[in-house]
Every structure is written in structure tokens, then in C-alpha cells.
């Protein structure tokens, strides 16, 4: 005798091998309406699985992407602040070679 969990099991084993509900039932020696019943059940598991699916999906793209942006946003600042004594080296030299022209000019004009 097979326990209510291992009928089920039968009952979606044989759907999934294309039986119909008529020779599902000769074979379990269930009813049309519990057949039914146990199709509707793992339809709703299947549709919940694939919802959790789905909520996981959105979960995890939505960190990838928090997590990128925070990763750009490190990479900016600390670009920038490898990029600032460069900027004030670059503005520094610039301005003595403005100052260094000027001078020239002055002397030789």
C-alpha cells in the first residue's frame, strides 16, 4: 500500500508521461477529482518555485548593481584623489612656464 505522498508522486509521474487522467485513475485507483487535486497542487508549487525564482533574480541584479555602483563610485574618488596633486603639479608648472615667457618677453622686448 502506498502512502498519500507516494501516490501523489505516481499521479504526477504518469501526467508527465502523457497518461490521461482516465488511465491515471484505472492505475491508482483514484478519483478524477483527487487527480485533479494533486495536478492543481503542483501547479501552484510550480508557480510558486518559479516566483521565488524570479524575486531571487531581481534580488541578486540589484545588488550586482548597487555593488557596481558603489565600486564606481570608490574608483571615482580615488581617482580623483590621485588626480588632484597631478592637477596642482600640471597648474603649477604651467604657471611657470607662463611667468618664464612673461619674463623672457619683458627682458627681450
Do not use: C, W
Not at 50 to 67: G, P, S
Not at 91 to 101: G, K, L, P
Request: net charge neutral; hydrophobic share 40%.
Amino acid at each position: 500500500m502506498l502512502t498519500r505522498q507516494e501516490r501523489e508522486q505516481v499521479v504526477l509521474d504518469l501526467y508527465n508521461q502523457g497518461k490521461t487522467i482516465r488511465d491515471i485513475a484505472k492505475e491508482v485507483r483514484m478519483s478524477f477529482r483527487d487527480i485533479g487535486a494533486v495536478l492543481k497542487k503542483e501547479e501552484k508549487a510550480e508557480i510558486l518555485a518559479e516566483v521565488l525564482v524570479n524575486e531571487a533574480a531581481n534580488l541578486y541584479k540589484k545588488m550586482v548593481k548597487e555593488l557596481t555602483n558603489e565600486t564606481m563610485t570608490k574608483a571615482v574618488v580615488d581617482s580623483s584623489a590621485n588626480l588632484l596633486p597631478a592637477m596642482i603639479y600640471s597648474n603649477e608648472q604651467t604657471q611657470n612656464a607662463i611667468s618664464y615667457r612673461h619674463k623672457t618677453q619683458v627682458h627681450h622686448g
